[in-house]
């Protein structure tokens, strides 16, 4: 009987020890996604942010036809996307954090080949 005991013992003992060593381990794991989920968190906020500031300044006119691209990256943030058009037009595109690219609440930036804004589209809900 004793025997059965210390053998009961030791496996309490060393089940007890490996599931601290994987609870911490699991530990890390929650922490670290828990900053994933912050930084985009943040990143969304980031993009509501700037799609708001470039829709306002649309409205305001304070986005026009013919001012540079690096002027409006530096007053009003990075686009969500940026890509080539056919040719040598590059869009930006603003939207919201929370909303997908099938969503109608978005606003494109389309540059020519000088990097100088050439058409605005601004489309809502």
């Given at each position: ?55 306002d ?28 058009e ?38 809502s809900?």
């Open positions: 009987m004793a025997k059965y005991f210390a053998l009961a013992a030791f496996v309490l003992i060393f089940s007890a020890s490996f599931a601290g060593t994987c609870h911490a381990e699991g530990l890390g794991t929650l922490s670290d996604l828990g900053k994933d989920q912050d930084e985009m968190a943040g990143a969304l906020k980031g993009e509501t942010k700037n799609f708001l500031k470039v829709k300044a649309v409205t305001k006119g304070d986005i026009k036809i013919g001012i540079s691209q690096d002027l409006i990256r530096n007053q009003y943030g990075d686009p969500v996307v940026a890509m080539r056919t040719g040598s037009l590059e869009k930006w595109v603003y939207k919201p954090g929370h909303a997908s690219y099938f969503d109608k609440n978005k606003i494109y930036l389309l540059f020519d080949e000088n990097k100088l804004l050439k058409e605005i589209k601004i489309i809900k």
